[in-house]
């Protein structure tokens, strides 16, 4: 009897143990998980690169080009919308595509898309100057002047 009572000490004890051993190891693999999730530092955006040649995206911009040339800002509206659904968050396509609304004298639009490409545009100064240049030109052909003067200001401190 006492022999099986010594039997069942040692083997609360090691089960105890063991207990304690996938405790503590689980709590190392749960810190070391959450040690290498960093997160990017707030308020720094993120670099987007520009469209490349060759990409979806990239060809669909060109074929937006040759129809921005020739005048056809419909076909170019219709590739441009074909590209953003490939690259939502490209700041280059929404600048493309408040140029085609221009185009169109859609001149309130045009003001919408430069803003959303400023949103998403980063560090990239010179889309962000392109951007403030094309809206004060759309608010000159709106007739808000004050706009307009401030949205070249703008483009003129965006270096």
Not at 98 to 106: I, L, N, P, S
Not at 130 to 156: F, I, P, T, V
Request: aromatic share 6%.
């Amino acid at each position: 009897m006492k022999k099986k009572e010594e039997n069942m000490k040692t083997g609360n004890r090691i089960h105890v143990w063991n207990s304690l051993w996938v405790a503590g190891l689980l709590f190392a693999v749960n810190l070391l998980l959450h040690g290498c999730a960093a997160r990017p530092p707030a308020g720094e955006p993120i670099a987007r690169p520009p469209v490349q040649e060759g990409t979806a995206a990239g060809t669909l911009l060109a074929s937006a080009h040759q129809a921005v040339q020739a005048g056809q800002f419909n076909r170019a509206e219709m590739t441009l919308e074909r590209a953003l659904r490939v690259e939502p968050r490209n700041a280059r396509l929404w600048h493309e595509m408040a140029q085609v609304k221009y185009g169109q004298e859609d001149y309130g639009q045009a003001v919408q898309f430069c803003l959303k490409a400023n949103s998403l545009a980063g560090r990239d100064s010179a889309l962000i100057k392109q951007n403030w240049l094309l809206m004060s030109k759309a608010y000159a052909k709106m007739g808000d002047m004050d706009k307009a003067e401030q949205a070249s200001m703008k483009a003129a401190s965006a270096n």
